[in-house]
C-alpha cells in the first residue's frame, strides 16, 4: 500500500492512483514488490527538521528516504520538501511535474538497492530514474 500525505503545504497535482500504479510497475522490473510506502510531502523548513532529527545532517535536501524494506518487499517512508522540488526545477530548467516524478521514484529506487553516494552511482540512479520516468510516459 502506497499513502501520500502532506505537512505544511498542499497535496501536490499527482494522480494518484497512475502513480501507484507506476511505482509498483517500476518495483516490479527490480522484482520487487509494494509493502508501505508513505509519502510525506512537505516544505523545506520540515524536511531540514528531519534531517537534523534522523540523519544529523544540517542542510535541506529535497528527498529523504527511510528504508524498512524486507526482503523483495519495499517499506519506507519517503519524505519531499515541494519547495527544494520547486527550486531544482526551476535550477535545471526542467518542468515541475517533471521533477517532482523524478523525486518520487528516486525514494523507491533507493528502496530497490540503488544508491547515489558513491562513486559512480550518481550516474547509475540517473540512468534507473530516466528508465523510470520513461515508463511513466509510456
Known amino acids: 500500500m502506497i499513502t501520500y500525505n502532506t505537512e505544511n503545504v498542499k497535496m501536490p497535482d499527482i494522480k494518484r492512483r497512475a502513480t501507484t500504479e507506476w511505482i509498483k510497475a517500476v518495483a516490479a522490473s527490480y522484482g520487487k514488490r509494494i509493502g508501505e510506502i508513505g509519502y510525506l510531502f512537505t516544505d523545506d523548513e520540515k524536511i531540514l527538521e528531519v534531517n537534523r532529527q534522523y540523519l544529523q545532517h544540517d542542510?535541506?535536501?529535497?528527498?529523504?528516504?527511510?528504508?524498512?524494506?524486507?526482503?523483495?518487499?519495499l517499506n519506507g517512508d519517503i519524505v519531499i520538501s515541494l519547495d527544494t522540488v520547486r527550486s531544482n526545477s526551476e535550477q535545471q530548467g526542467t518542468e515541475y511535474d517533471e521533477e517532482?516524478?523524478?523525486?518520487?521514484?528516486?525514494?523507491?529506487?533507493?528502496?530497490?538497492?540503488?544508491?547515489?553516494?558513491?562513486?559512480?552511482e550518481r550516474a547509475i540512479m540517473e540512468a534507473a530514474e530516466n528508465k523510470a520516468l520513461a515508463l511513466l510516459h509510456a
Do not use: Q, S
Open 100 to 120: 517532482l516524478h523524478r523525486v518520487i521514484i528516486h525514494g523507491v529506487l533507493h528502496l530497490c538497492g540503488i544508491n547515489d553516494k558513491g562513486p559512480g
Open 59 to 73: 542542510f535541506y535536501t529535497d528527498i529523504i528516504t527511510f528504508d524498512y524494506t524486507e526482503g523483495d518487499r
